[in-house]
Nanobody
Framework: QVQLVESGGGLVQPGGSLRLSCAAS????????MGWYRQAPGKQRELVAV???????NYADSVKGRFTISRDSAKNAVLLQMNSLKPEDTAVYLC????????????????WGQGTQVTVSS
């Protein structure tokens, strides 16, 4: 079964840090781009950060300088290090894999994780 498995969410105080991880499992040979999105209650889903196969990155303005995205291409995995967290970072964080090559079918897939809750509160 092809899927993204996430971990690392939780409750943290303002100014604290969390690290989210996500890995593709199943018959995935490679992934073109991996990223993180988030969705807060009553708000639209928004891009947090994305990293491409050439390791180029893009961040939402609201997280620049605080969050760092990295990937392990050999494991088809992506990490999001979140520092200096603010209450407004509270959301469900979802991992995304774009251009994931399924070596069984030869298809390129877009995958989403199940989401992990991040709550920043004192």
């Amino acid at each position: 079964q092809v899927q993204l498995v996430e971990s690392g969410g939780g409750l943290v105080q303002p100014g604290g840090s969390l690290r989210l991880s996500c890995a593709a499992s199943g018959s995935i040979f490679s992934v073109k781009a991996m990223g993180w999105y988030r969705q807060a209650p009553g708000k639209q889903r928004e891009l947090v950060a994305v990293i491409s196969s050439d390791d180029s990155t893009n961040y939402a303005d609201s997280v620049k300088g605080r969050f760092t995205i990295s990937r392990d291409s050999a494991k088809n995995a992506v990490l999001l290090q979140m520092n200096s967290l603010k209450p407004e970072d509270t959301a469900v964080y979802l991992c995304n894999a774009d251009g994931a090559l399924d070596y069984n079918s030869g298809d390129y897939l877009t995958l989403w994780g199940q989401g992990t809750q991040v709550t920043v509160s004192s």
